[in-house]
């Protein structure tokens, strides 16, 4: 059993920054950021596998960073330039295993609670 906790989430103007956090307590292979806004569906953000491969949504590709500091277990995602429909609860996930596509939310066995973020206009 892995337990993730997230961090970081806040309010920001649209422009502004943030860097997400999520400390694993053991192992993970694939690992990924999901984010939901009020009304809409779960969608998947960004996902890294242990060997570093990335996979982003085209709504932040060139925004958005993910990376993963294996030996401390904390996944990242460094948000730049964020608009207010980046808005939404951010979740990570992650599973011990390799799974494709990376963004693919349904099957990850672990998962957080969430953390907040909102960008005003």
């Known amino acids: 059993q892995v337990q993730l906790v997230e961090s970081g989430g806040g309010s920001v103007q649209a422009g502004g920054s943030l860097r997400l956090s999520c400390v694993a307590s053991?192992?993970?292979?694939?690992s990924a950021w999901f984010r939901q806004a009020p009304g809409k569906e779960r969608e998947g953000v960004a996902g890294i596998d242990a060997d570093g491969a990335t996979t982003y949504a085209d709504s932040v590709k060139g925004r958005f960073t993910i990376s993963k500091d294996n030996a401390k277990k904390i996944l990242y995602l460094q948000m730049n330039n964020l608009k207010p429909e980046d808005s939404g609860m951010y979740y990570c996930?992650?599973?011990?295993?390799?799974?494709?596509?990376?963004?693919?939310?349904?099957?990850?066995?672990?998962r957080g609670q969430g953390t907040q973020v909102t960008v005003s206009s």
């Open positions: 996930a992650a599973d011990t295993r390799a799974r494709y596509p990376l963004l693919r939310e349904y099957g990850y066995p672990y």
């Open positions: 053991g192992y993970t292979y694939s």
